[in-house]
């Protein structure tokens, strides 16, 4: 059963069990797409240190979906991270997450955003931002196969689509291509 749908007094047992003050640190990022943080989940992730710091400052109702979605970014000790908590109601308002994450060229940013009081408890969005040094074609092929090119936005940018909740936009830059995956996570 997924951390999400854990009575919420066993998150706090658990974080209290783990004594644990935490900065936040960290993100490891895979070129794949990957399961969809949207599907099915048959263990639940251990609880990551964003989760732990959100929890701290009290962020509940959103906790299992934070824990559920970083760590299926990749959450390790080797990026950076801010939560953008509000100065009050924390539990009742979006939390804004932004992170950096190493990639083979680089640094990729995601940003993603948590809700509270959704029809599935939290609901929760993200972009997670790549530059690739090939053209875009290539990064299509190469990253992104199993991917359907569903055309152009306008102009310059191409959508790939990754079913219903998920699309990957291609846009041109310089001699690469920039990736942009968006979900939104039902």
Not at 28 to 37: D, V
Not at 45 to 60: D, E, H, R, Y
Not at 159 to 176: R, S, T, Y
Request: hydrophobic fraction near 45%; proline fraction near 8%; glycine fraction near 8%.
């Amino acid at each position: 059963m997924p951390l999400l749908h854990h009575p919420l007094r066993c998150l706090r047992a658990l974080l209290a069990a783990l004594g644990l003050t935490v900065l936040l640190t960290a993100f490891t990022f895979s070129s794949e797409l990957g399961p969809s943080p949207s599907g099915a989940v048959s263990q639940p992730a251990p609880t990551n240190s964003i989760t732990q710091v959100a929890v701290q400052k009290g962020v509940f109702g959103c906790a299992g979906r934070i824990n559920q979605v970083t760590s299926y970014l990749g959450f390790d000790a080797k990026s950076g991270a801010m939560l953008m908590l509000p100065s009050n109601a924390l539990d009742q308002r979006v939390i804004p997450l932004v992170m950096e994450i190493p990639t083979a060229s680089g640094s990729a940013y995601v940003s993603a955003s948590f809700a509270p009081n959704q029809i599935n408890g939290c609901g929760a969005t993200y972009d997670a931002v790549v530059y690739w040094p090939q053209k875009c074609n290539a990064v299509a092929t190469a990253q992104f196969p199993t991917l359907k090119n569903v055309g152009q936005l306008k102009n310059g940018i191409t959508i790939l689509d990754a079913g219903l909740p998920a699309k990957v936009f291609l846009m041109p830059a310089g001699a690469g291509c920039v990736s942009i995956k968006k979900e939104v996570v039902l």
